[in-house]
Antibody, heavy 122, light 110 residues
């Protein structure tokens, strides 16, 4: 069965960086884009961007450009999201989610990771 | 910047029908935005309900349906149940590899 398993909770100081992982199993990792979505405490969901595990190509939401880097390691079917220059506003649950191939024209998230809590505090 | 709007909250009585909507700050939502809907209970990851406007995800009861109503995407719950009480989010595909979430609707069933 398809699973996206994320890394554990992180506590970071303001100004630091955090790198969250998302390990995929149960399907061909390179066949589906991985998106990242975050949710601040008590707030809604916010789309951050995606990475193509096949090509390594990325697209980031304008809000995060210059501060987010999405990468992948196909040998271990894992995607990563690194966010730098953290502030308290970055305290949130970070989710990875899978998107069906573009060729299907199904532009939605069909499977989600369990979420990774990132806390930014001095 | 494109803003996707949803009702912040909605209340429905058990057994009644409720329609939640998803609009754009400027312009109309059409099928070309491939609207999808997600259900989220506290402490859980989102669950996919509807994609491509009106296709139910696997395992989703048929009392959940999606459509375009006027210039907005809509999620209709027919015969609301107590465990439908949670948050609902729509997502629109803006093209050029960009998506945007609505602010979410907190549904109360009482």
């Amino acid at each position: 069965q398809v699973q996206l398993v994320q890394s554990g909770a992180e506590v970071k100081r303001p100004g630091a960086s955090v790198k969250v992982s998302c390990k995929a199993s149960g399907y061909t990792f390179t066949g589906y884009y991985i998106h990242w979505v975050r949710q601040a405490p008590g707030q809604g969901l916010e789309w951050m961007g995606w990475i193509s595990p096949h090509s390594g190509g990325t697209n980031y939401a304008q809000k995060f450009q210059g501060r987010v880097t999405m990468t992948r390691d196909t040998s271990i079917s894992t995607a990563y999201m690194e966010l730098s220059r953290l502030t308290s506003d970055d305290t949130a649950l970070y989710y990875c989610a899978r998107l069906p191939p573009y060729s299907t024209s199904l532009y939605y998230f069909d499977y989600w990771g369990q979420g990774t809590l990132v806390t930014v505090s001095s | 910047q494109t803003v996707v709007t949803q009702e912040p909250s909605f209340s429905v009585s058990p057994g009644e029908t409720v329609t939640l909507t998803c609009g754009l700050s400027s312009g109309s939502v059409s099928t070309n935005y491939y609207p999808s809907w997600y259900q989220q209970t506290p402490g859980q990851a989102p669950r996919t309900l509807i994609y491509s406007t009106n296709t139910r995800s696997s395992g989703v009861p048929d009392r959940f349906s999606g459509s375009i109503l006027g210039n907005r995407a809509a999620l209709t719950i027919t015969g609301a149940q107590a465990d439908d009480e949670c948050d609902y989010y729509c997502v629109l595909y803006l093209g050029s590899g960009t998506w945007v979430f609505g602010g979410g609707t907190k549904l109360t069933v009482l």
